[in-house]
């Protein structure tokens, strides 16, 4: 079935930092791949997200790549703000006529000033 | 955004009581999902409908079920209570291909004590 792999976290940066959390995912077909993000009390948010290989998905100075070769999809900042804080979730969608989403445990980030 | 509502926003029930979650959208989306999310499991998949009155399990459905008597509504039952449904609820729709992306409601927090 289908899975993703997200980094372990809890990730600790300072302000300004270089940001990549890391996932791969196993999945039948050619899935679409999304990061999502969830604010403290909040629900989930789309951050950004890539439907076939080599695309790049981006938003908010975030960035992920799809690598089908790697099987990977990992999310990339250049320069973090403390208003980053909180926890990404990697997805996929394998392309079933339901539309479910498959998702890793999450990364809890939280950058310091 | 697909003006997602849940209803409670937060529950305190004991053990061996039915509980029922509301959703709420605005937007006519066709599909909609829970999920609850737990520490180290991220977000799973409990039921989804497809349509009105159309509804299926997903991975973790075991002592829940769900009803869809009209499009903006999906409804999440937990017959009898146990304190492993201790989590936080989320609803989530989908639209159609043209966005590819879910939208998440704001969740319910649910203690089971």
């Known amino acids: 079935g289908d899975s993703v792999t997200q980094m372990e976290g809890p990730v600790t940066l300072s302000e300004e930092a270089f940001l990549t959390i890391n996932c791969t995912y196993t999945a039948t077909g050619y899935p679409s791949l999304f990061w999502y993000v969830q604010y403290p009390g909040e629900g989930l948010q789309l951050l950004l997200k890539?439907?076939?290989?080599?695309d790049k998905g981006s938003n908010k100075g975030f960035e992920a790549t799809y690598r089908k070769e790697t099987t990977s999809f990992h999310l990339e900042k250049g320069s973090v703000q403390v208003s980053d804080s909180a926890v990404y979730f990697c997805a996929l969608n394998s392309g079933g006529s339901n539309y479910k989403l498959t998702f890793g445990k999450g990364t809890l980030l939280t950058v310091n000033p | 955004d697909a003006g997602i509502t849940q209803s409670p926003r937060h529950k305190v029930t004991e053990t061996g009581t039915p509980v029922t979650l509301r959703c709420h959208q605005t937007e006519n989306h066709r599909y909609m999902y829970w999920y609850r999310q737990d520490p180290g499991h991220g977000l799973r998949l409990i039921h989804y409908?497809?349509?009105?009155?159309?509804?299926d399990k997903g991975e973790v459905s075991d002592g829940y079920s769900v009803s869809r008597s009209k499009t903006e509504d999906f409804l999440l039952t937990l017959e009898s209570a146990t304190s492993s449904q201790t989590s936080v609820y989320f609803c989530?729709?989908?639209?159609?291909?043209?966005?590819?992306?879910?939208?998440f409601g704001p969740g319910t927090r649910l203690t089971v004590l």
């Open positions: 409908s497809y349509g009105v009155k159309d509804t």
């Open positions: 890539a439907t076939k290989a080599d």
């Open positions: 989530a729709t989908y639209r159609d291909r043209s966005t590819d992306t879910q939208y």
